[in-house]
């Protein structure tokens, strides 16, 4: 990149440049992975209470179009789509995050891709490089900001999240490299998300918004709107207004290089509550496995990672959101049921004695072991258990990464089984199993129009 060349400008040219043919197998494999994951935990997620409300004010709100929306018979504009796409598919938290930036992308990036795309009347293998670029140019900017913005309380989904948006609608519709530079600034200028969201309905909002919000960015940079080449990292640019101090520019130079849809990488997740929970999880779930007495569990101890308590706040959840962010919830389901599951999050299942107890019998902090950069680095979510039991032993086991993250993946069986037990909640088994068959060869499908799981 020059010294004269903003980074929205690096961008936009790279956006702009990238063709199916581009996109090496094993990167299309991962975009096609994380659409069919996507996807299924949408289709689970439109039958929230947040996700209906979505849907029901995206069909007020915006006009009717040729982009569908995720479990239902309404087809919307692409703005109007990707909106409730983007709820439905955040609403259980259930979606895929990824370390360049903490970010949850396929949330965002999948709903706008898929609606731009079918808005525009283009194939598979396009939506699969819009996914592509839009992605990949979310995880430069969110590696070159740093991790300060997470640190400082932006919730870097809804911050970022719009830019990746942005980026894949600007590639489906076919954008030139100008319009694309003007799509990215207006995206930037107006984004935004906040942590304090967390536990409400406000989280799964955010992620809709950043998905409509990027579309839209891209239709009106379509349309002629002009905006600011500088709002990445110019004197009042996103990098300075939120405390990015370690802002790199070297994150653009790789683009198309290195693909961060492979290292760091896709964590999918195998349960339904936030990433900060699942190393934990796991420890706990080996430990009983290998034989471990759950009644004789005195008390149970994680020393974790700070953002890990940072994420985590809730200690004694009342509602389905607030148990998605409560260590405490998730051993306390593990103990009792063996795992945690969508039906272990219903208001009934939250309010038992017996889980209420289970709960009280976890503690969480952090210590100075999680000082070290490298074990901190190998386990930026991991999770020290020490479990004390009645006769006076313990018994400690350490997970640096949960199944279904990068490092350690589902199986295909796994994979395959959440994706039929989400579209089972809209679907019967043998529509479920033929929407399975249809999105693993999407980038054979001429015309996305004509898929509406």
């Not at 939506?127 to 997470?150: D, N, Q």
């Not at 379509?222 to 600011?228: K, Q």
């Not at 009792?336 to 289970?358: F, I, M, N, R, Y």
């Not at 680095?377 to 949960?402: K, M, N, S, T, Y």
Request: hydrophobic share 50%; with cysteine; charged share 15%.
């Amino acid at each position: 990149m020059s010294a004269k060349e903003s980074a929205i400008r690096r961008l936009a040219a790279w956006i702009v440049a990238l063709t199916p043919a581009d996109v090496p197998p094993d990167v299309a494999a991962v975009a096609s992975h994380a659409t069919i994951d996507t996807i299924g935990v949408a289709l689970a997620g439109s039958r929230t209470e947040v996700g209906s409300h979505a849907r029901r004010f995206a069909g007020e709100m915006f006009g009717k179009g040729g982009a569908a929306v995720w479990g239902s018979t309404l087809g919307l504009t692409a703005p109007g789509a990707a909106f409730a796409n983007g709820v439905a598919a955040h609403a259980l938290d259930f979606d895929d995050n990824c370390y360049a930036g903490f970010v949850h992308a396929s949330a965002v990036v999948v709903p706008a891709a898929w609606a731009a795309v079918q808005a525009a009347g283009r194939s598979g293998s396009t939506y699969i490089a819009s996914y592509v670029a839009g992605t990949e140019a979310e995880f430069a900017v969110a590696h070159a900001m740093g991790l300060a913005p997470y640190q400082c309380g932006w919730w870097t989904t809804g911050l970022y999240g719009t830019i990746g948006a942005c980026a894949a609608a600007c590639h489906a519709f076919g954008l030139d490299a100008n319009a694309t530079a003007s799509a990215l600034g207006l995206a930037i200028a107006g984004t935004g998300g906040m942590k304090a969201g967390f536990g409400t309905d406000a989280k799964a909002l955010m992620v809709g918004h950043a998905a409509q919000a990027g579309v839209s960015a891209a239709l009106l940079a379509r349309e002629g709107c002009i905006g600011p080449d500088n709002a990445l990292d110019g004197p009042s640019g996103l990098a300075v207004l939120t405390g990015a101090d370690e802002y790199s520019v070297a994150s653009f130079e790789t683009l198309g290089r290195t693909w961060r849809l492979l290292s760091p990488g896709l964590d999918v997740k195998r349960i339904p509550v936030c990433l900060s929970s699942h190393a934990a999880v796991d420890a706990l779930r080996d430990l009983i496995a290998e034989g471990l007495d759950v009644p004789s569990i005195e008390r149970i101890v994680c020393d974790v990672p700070p953002i890990v308590v940072k994420n985590l706040v809730y200690a004694q959840p009342a509602t389905r959101q607030q148990a998605q962010f409560s260590l405490p919830y998730s051993l306390a389901a593990t103990l009792l049921h063996g795992d945690v599951t969508l039906a272990g999050l219903e208001p009934a299942a939250l309010a038992t004695p017996e889980l209420v107890a289970a709960m009280q019998r976890v503690r969480m902090h952090t210590s100075d072991r999680w000082a070290d950069p490298e074990r901190l680095a190998d386990a930026p979510e991991g999770a020290w258990l020490r479990v004390e039991l009645r006769d006076g032993r313990a018994i400690e086991r350490f997970r640096a990464a949960a199944v279904g993250t990068a490092a350690l993946p589902m199986s295909n069986g796994e994979f395959d089984s959440k994706f039929m037990s989400c579209a089972a909640t809209v679907h019967d088994a043998a529509t479920a199993t033929a929407w399975l068959s249809t999105l693993r060869k999407i980038e054979r499908v001429d015309a996305l129009a004509s898929l509406r799981p």
